[in-house]
């Protein structure tokens, strides 16, 4: 089964914009990554928040988690065509990762 | 450091054949994942090994789906017979450590096509 589902499940938008994309899970966990997926590089880990962490940035990526309502953000600010991808999140409460569904991710040139 | 590995990249076979799969993992990770991967959805956790024993496999179907990890290294996933419905990307993954406290690097997976 999924925990975590992605919201949008589609996204579009402009060169250098910025692109906001959600996941919400079910029950507690330990931590949440999120992962890219493109035709070109497979599936790729992007960062890792704990569950006592509220924030995370690693470069144009910020990360944030809200574990009273269960929830994570991923920001991805001045975004590239090379950002064109799918994004998941993957929850651990013990010793496995549930992926959600993801959110599929386009930049215009 | 080289990735992790996996052969073939893709696969044909018609319902009913069996069909095997192998990865090698980054050298010296003790944890070894497989997932299936539907289109359009996210991958889901067939068995994950901790160096050669099995820590989970709740979601293998174990009536045609085998896994083993020899020696604590590479590792095969077979599936015999191949149902239609078992049309997916294969993905092996491979961690440090397990506990769900680190990052896993995938392999570039192995698409198969059930006839």
């Known amino acids: 089964s999924q925990q975590g589902e992605e919201d949008p499940q589609a996204l579009s938008i402009q060169e250098g914009e910025n692109a906001t994309m959600n996941c919400s899970y079910k029950?507690?966990?330990?931590?949440l990554q999120w992962y890219r997926q493109n035709s070109g590089r497979g599936l790729v880990h992007l960062i890792l928040?704990?569950?006592?962490?509220r924030e995370k940035h690693s470069g144009r990526l910020r990360v944030t988690l809200d574990t009273s309502k269960k929830s994570s953000s991923l920001l991805i600010t001045a975004s590239r065509a090379a950002d064109t991808a799918s994004y998941f999140c993957?929850?651990?409460?013990?010793?496995?990762?549930?992926f959600g569904t993801g959110t599929r991710l386009k930049v215009l040139a | 450091e080289a990735g992790v590995a996996q052969s073939p990249r893709y696969k044909i076979i018609e319902k009913r054949q069996s069909v095997a799969f192998w990865c090698n993992p980054i050298?010296?990770?003790?944890?070894l994942y497989w997932y299936q991967q539907i289109l359009g959805q996210g991958p889901k956790l067939l068995i994950q090994f901790q160096n050669n024993g099995v820590v989970d496999d709740s979601q293998l179907p174990k009536d045609r789906f085998s896994a083993e990890r020899l020696k604590g290294v590479d590792s095969t996933l077979k599936i015999q017979p191949a149902k239609l419905e078992d049309s997916a990307v294969y993905l092996c993954a491979s961690s440090s450590l397990a506990f769900g406290h680190y990052e896993q690097y995938f392999g570039p997976g192995t698409r198969l096509t059930v006839t």
């Open positions: 993957a929850t651990s409460r013990t010793y496995k990762y549930i």
């Open positions: 029950t507690s966990i330990n931590n």
């Open positions: 928040i704990r569950s006592n962490e």
């Open positions: 050298s010296g990770h003790a944890t």
